[in-house]
C-alpha cells in the first residue's frame, strides 16, 4: 500500500521546494470540483483582467501564498487562491514566462492548512471573501452547504458574526426559482423585495416580479418596487382575529342580549350578561 501524501513526503521528492517557504509546481495544484460558490459579474471579469495584467508583468513575486491542503492522488487542493491560479495558467497558455530562472519551473508559494476537514475547509471560503463580500446568491450556496453539516442556524450565524435572522433569510433566498435569483443578480429587483415576495407567494414569486418588472417599466422605472409589487400581486386573506374584530362581535352580542333580555327572566338573563365575552369569541374566533 503506497504511503499517505503530505506535505513533508512531497518536500523530500522535491515536488515541494523550500527555498524562501513552500513552492511547488504549477501543474501539481488542483480545483476541487464545486468548492467555490457560482456567479460572476463584470465586476469580478474586470478584476481577473487587473489580476491577469499583474501576474503577466511581476510573475509571482508580489502574490500571496495560496492555502492548500493535500491532495491523497498527488499534489495539493486549492483553498484559497483560485483566481490566482486561474490567471496564471492563463498567462501561461498565452506565452508568458513565468518559469523560475535557476528550476526552470513555474514555481508557486503554498501555505498548508493543517489538520482541516470538509466543514473547515468550507469555512476557509467565507474567511477569504471577507474583504469582498459575497453575492446574494453565492450567500445562499454558501450557507445552504453549510447546513450540510448539520450545523443549526445559530451556529453559523456565530460563525459569521451575523444574526440567525441573516442565515435564514438567505436560506428562503437559496429556494428561489432561478429566474428570480437571476433578477436580483441583474439588479431588476432588490434582495429584500424578492425574499419577501418568495416568502408570501412560493412557486408564484416569478410570475409577480416579471409582471412586477412590466408594471415599473410602465411607470418609467428601471427597478421593480414595493408598489410594482403591490399592484400585482394577489391579496392574501386576513389571518387571525384582530380586536376590532372582536369588539365588533361583542357590539352585536350585547345588542342581542338586550333583545333577548324582555323575552326570558331576570335570573336567566343576569347570568347571561355575567359572562366575560371577549375571552370566549377570541377564542372561539380563531
Not at 400585482?232 to 357590539?251: S, Y
Not at 338586550?258 to 375571552?279: F, K, N
Request: hydrophobic share 40%; charged share 30%.
Amino acid at each position: 500500500m503506497a504511503a499517505e501524501n503530505s506535505i513533508r513526503k512531497m518536500q523530500e521528492m522535491k515536488v515541494i521546494t523550500r527555498k524562501d517557504g513552500n513552492r511547488i509546481e504549477l501543474c501539481n495544484i488542483h480545483f476541487k470540483p464545486d468548492f467555490n460558490p457560482p456567479g460572476r459579474n463584470d465586476e469580478d471579469e474586470e478584476e481577473d483582467r487587473q489580476l491577469y495584467e499583474h501576474i503577466k508583468e511581476y510573475g509571482w513575486s508580489r502574490l500571496p501564498a495560496i492555502l492548500v491542503s493535500v491532495r491523497a492522488e498527488g499534489g495539493v487542493w486549492v483553498l484559497d487562491g483560485h483566481r490566482r491560479i486561474t490567471q496564471t495558467r492563463k498567462a501561461v497558455a498565452a506565452g508568458v514566462d513565468l518559469s523560475d530562472r535557476r528550476s526552470g519551473k513555474i514555481l508557486i508559494d503554498i501555505r498548508q492548512v493543517e489538520n482541516a476537514n470538509d466543514e473547515d475547509e468550507h469555512y476557509i471560503i467565507a474567511e477569504s471573501n471577507r474583504n469582498k463580500v459575497m453575492k446574494p446568491e453565492q450567500m445562499a450556496w454558501w450557507i445552504k452547504r453549510a447546513k450540510n453539516f448539520g450545523r443549526s442556524n445559530e451556529f453559523i450565524a456565530d460563525k459569521l458574526k451575523t444574526s440567525p435572522a441573516t442565515i435564514a433569510f438567505y436560506l428562503d433566498f437559496g429556494k428561489a426559482p432561478a429566474a428570480v435569483q437571476s433578477m436580483v443578480s441583474s439588479g431588476v429587483v432588490s434582495l429584500t423585495e424578492a425574499v419577501k415576495v418568495v416568502r408570501e407567494h412560493g412557486d408564484k414569486a416569478t410570475e409577480i416580479l416579471t409582471a412586477s418588472e412590466k408594471v415599473a417599466k410602465e411607470s418609467g422605472k428601471t427597478k421593480v418596487t414595493a408598489k410594482s409589487i403591490n399592484k400585482v400581486a394577489p391579496k392574501k386573506a386576513p389571518t387571525g382575529v384582530t380586536k376590532r374584530d372582536i369588539q365588533a362581535a361583542e357590539i352585536a352580542l350585547n345588542h342581542v342580549l338586550e333583545v333577548v333580555r324582555d323575552t326570558i327572566s331576570g335570573d336567566m338573563y343576569d347570568s347571561l350578561i355575567d359572562l366575560d365575552v371577549a375571552p370566549i369569541l377570541a377564542e372561539k374566533l380563531k
